[in-house]
């Protein structure tokens, strides 16, 4: 997912390379019938980029997850979420 957001900022002029994108992955499991299960899976990603860059940030955060390959594959079955924050 972050590498489809950070294409998709690319594309737009948004620097997103050379570790100015990172993210951190956490998810939740539940046992089912003895099982462990991932139910959910939340990506907090960081930009280093100015507050100038917070409204065409928004929009692509906004759209970006059906273009993912990643997400389009398991979104039905695991419960996705993704954030970001500016780090200016």
């Given amino acids: 997912m972050m590498g489809t957001f950070g294409g998709a900022l690319e594309a737009r002029k948004i620097d997103a390379s050379n570790g100015k994108l990172t993210a951190d992955v956490t998810g939740e499991v539940?046992?089912?019938d003895g099982v462990l299960v991932i139910r959910r899976i939340h990506v907090a990603m960081k930009l280093?980029?100015?507050e100038e860059a917070r409204g065409?940030?928004?929009r692509v955060h906004g759209m970006y997850a059906m273009s993912c390959p990643l997400y389009?594959?398991?979104?039905k079955a695991i419960a996705l979420t993704s954030s970001y924050e500016l780090a200016g």
Avoid: D, I, K, Y
């Avoid at 389009?72 to 979104?75: D, Q």
């Fill in 30 to 32: 539940e046992t089912e």
């Fill in 56 to 58: 065409t940030v928004e």
């Fill in 48 to 50: 280093a980029a100015g």
């Fill in 72 to 75: 389009r594959t398991l979104h």
